[in-house]
């Protein structure tokens, strides 16, 4: 059976990066409708991560405890790379919160720092999420047949 996480995972990491793009932009330029888009970016991320975590956790249980060929070599790095996706989805969850309790959050300057603080560590997180998946296919050969 191919793996069904890839498939997942390039929406949520196009549309969370997106978000912090789109509110650079908004930063920048001061046009609201981008600070609409970054917030439907933001929410509509989050939501399609809930696939992507879960299709992840299917493929590594079905690769890593295969009883024809168990991966005990890559159980550290999946769990890394579980773990940082989870913490991608926690993030970006409190981000998503204050956002939507807030909607001028970013026009504040006090209630900003914190919000954009959540936003940079969110798409470092997803940065670090995608390299440790990436290790896991191109060094590990983790789900490539």
């Known amino acids: 059976?191919?793996?069904?996480?890839?498939?997942?995972?390039?929406?949520?990491?196009g549309l969370l990066l997106g978000n912090a793009i789109m509110t650079a932009l908004y930063?920048?330029?001061?046009?609201?409708?981008?600070e609409t888009a970054a917030y439907h970016c933001l929410w509509l991320g989050w939501l399609l991560l809930l696939p992507a975590v879960a299709t992840?956790?299917?493929?590594?249980?079905?690769q890593v405890f295969d009883p024809v060929r168990p991966r005990d070599d890559a159980l550290v790095w999946v769990n890394a790379h579980?773990?940082?996706?989870?913490?991608?989805?926690v993030v970006y969850w409190q981000a998503w919160q204050s956002r939507r309790r807030n909607p001028t959050i970013l026009d504040d300057a006090r209630t900003r720092r914190?919000?954009?603080a959540?936003?940079?560590i969110g798409a470092a997180l997803v940065v670090l999420t995608g390299w440790l998946g990436g290790q896991l296919v191109y060094s590990l050969r983790l789900g490539v047949g």
């Open 56 to 62: 992840g956790t299917i493929d590594a249980a079905r």
């Open 27 to 34: 930063l920048w330029r001061g046009d609201r409708s981008l």
């Open 82 to 89: 579980a773990l940082s996706g989870v913490a991608v989805m």
């Open 114 to 116: 914190g919000y954009l």
């Open 1 to 13: 059976m191919s793996p069904l996480h890839p498939f997942t995972v390039h929406l949520p990491i």
């Open 118 to 120: 959540q936003l940079a």
